[in-house]
């Protein structure tokens, strides 16, 4: 259902259908939550599972964001299709090309992840369904939230720099968090309760606004907690 959800998003992006787009890639994610938690409660455990898992993360967190990203590219750009390639600066071409970085830094994060047992509780750079929401996050933003999208990303520059920055930081030593809550006390969950609450705070304040600030805020915290953790050392 990972994979069907994620074909589909490049079936919808294909087509103009953003919005529904992303909400395949969301839908996606939730799959692939209950994936590893069905497992985790029956206490099953496989190989093929852990491929399969993997090459269906590939399509959906790797190959559909980067779908979204040029498409956001292309509506920015002049004629908004690749029909104007030619017409269109070098800066800007190499700049709509930036998004095929994300599906094989994608690629080389998850077949590093399936071999690196460092990463049991917690993740050595982004994961990729994190990289994906950053980018649900600015067709959510563009749609709902317009006149911020326009001052932050309506830039090809921009947009091209996240997606360079981003698949960059899916291969990083970065230490970040995860989201999965280890018993229910402060000591051991402050950096994600915090999250939590600076991310409902920011949702009150700014409304959809808060979609541009999921994964920048995740970044922030990651490498606070890095911080705290240097310090106690």
Known sequence: MNVISGTLAIFMAMYGHLVLAAGCIMLGMLFDFFDGMTARLLHVKSDIGKEL?????????????????????????????????????????????????????????????????????????????????????????????????????????????????????????LPMFSLKISGFSWRENKVRYGYLMALTVCGCIGGMAVFFLIVPLYILFSLFALFIRQDHQ
């Open 53 to 173: 898992d993997s090459l269906a993360d590939v399509v959906s967190f790797g190959v559909a964001p980067a779908v979204l990203a040029h498409f956001l590219m292309l509506k920015i750009l002049p004629g908004g299709c690749m029909d104007y390639f030619s017409e269109w600066t070098l800066w800007e071409q190499m700049m709509v090309c930036t998004p095929i970085l994300i599906p094989a830094f994608s690629a080389y994060r998850l077949a590093k992840f399936n071999l690196d047992t460092r990463q049991t509780i917690s993740f050595i750079g982004m994961p990729t369904p994190a990289n994906a929401l950053f980018w649900t996050g600015l067709v959510f933003g563009d749609t709902f939230s317009p006149a911020l999208y326009n001052v932050l990303f309506a830039n090809v520059t921009a947009l091209g720099i996240c997606a360079v920055i981003l698949s960059i930081l899916l291969i990083s030593e």
